[in-house]
T-cell receptor, first 117, second 114 residues
Framework: AQTVTQSQPEMSVQEAETVTLSCTYD???????LFWYKQPPSRQMILVIR??????QNATENRFSVNFQKAAKSFSLKISDSQLGDAAMYFC??????????????FGQGTELSVKP | DAGITQSPRHKVTETGTPVTLRCHQT?????MYWYRQDPGHGLRLIHY???????DKGEVSDGYSVSRSKTEDFLLTLESATSSQTSVYFC?????????????FGQGTRLTVV
């Protein structure tokens, strides 16, 4: 079975600075997806960024980028130029690529990010 | 925003009573999921559906049942609510296709069992 671990329950960053959230996972599969979701106080789950395991290039979305280390099974999220609106709970998630797995998401425990003005 | 609605948004119920949460979608997506969110555990899958009347168990299915009689509706039932089922419940939907498809989440239902 696959597992996802976020070892940082809480992180803090100064506005305009850069912060990195860590995520490790365990799987015996070679083809899968990894995601970072943001959950602000509104409770809405918002997809921040996705990475396909077969792609060596790290995904980027504006100020958000990942460091995907497949051999190490590590998938960290870097937020550059942090803004007050980035304050939220962040979840790392894994999904098997084959459709016979049902497309289920396996989530980490979450990291609560606070942004200081 | 994806057309996905959960009802109710908040509910307080007593131990031992049955509770049904509803997820309604207007996207005609094949897959629907129920997750629960608890501090320190992230979101965990309860049940999911891959079509009308086709459902399967997730990681934490004990004490829960589901039904999907129409594409647009996925019901989660707690037959006899317990305090350990106090949680925030999320429904998600996902389409199928050749490309990676994103899961869209509802706004969540906060359930308190007293």
């Amino acid at each position: 079975a696959q597992t996802v671990t976020q070892s940082q329950p809480e992180m803090s960053v100064q506005e305009a600075e850069t912060v990195t959230l860590s995520c490790t996972y365990d799987t015996s599969e070679s083809d899968y997806y990894l995601f970072w979701y943001k959950q602000p106080p509104s409770r809405q789950m918002i997809l921040v960024i996705r990475q396909e395991a077969y792609k060596q290039q790290n995904a980027t979305e504006n100020r958000f980028s990942v460091n995907f280390q497949k051999a190490a099974k590590s998938f960290s999220l870097k937020i550059s130029d942090s803004q007050l609106g980035d304050a939220a709970m962040y979840f790392c998630a894994y999904r098997s690529r084959p459709h016979n797995q049902g497309g289920k998401l396996i989530f980490g425990q979450g990291t609560e990010l606070s942004v200081k003005p | 925003d994806a057309g996905i609605t959960q009802s109710p948004r908040h509910k307080v119920t007593e131990t031992g009573t049955p509770v049904t949460l509803r997820c309604h979608q207007t996207e005609n997506h094949r897959y629907m999921y129920w997750y629960r969110q608890d501090p320190g555990h992230g979101l965990r899958l309860i049940h999911y559906s891959y079509g009308v009347k086709d459902t399967d168990k997730g990681e934490v299915s004990d004490g829960y049942s589901v039904s999907r009689s129409k594409t647009e509706d996925f019901l989660l039932t707690l037959e006899s609510a317990t305090s350990s089922q106090t949680s925030v419940y999320f429904c998600a939907i996902r389409d199928t296709g050749q490309l990676n498809t994103e899961a869209f989440f509802g706004q969540g239902t906060r359930l308190t069992v007293v």
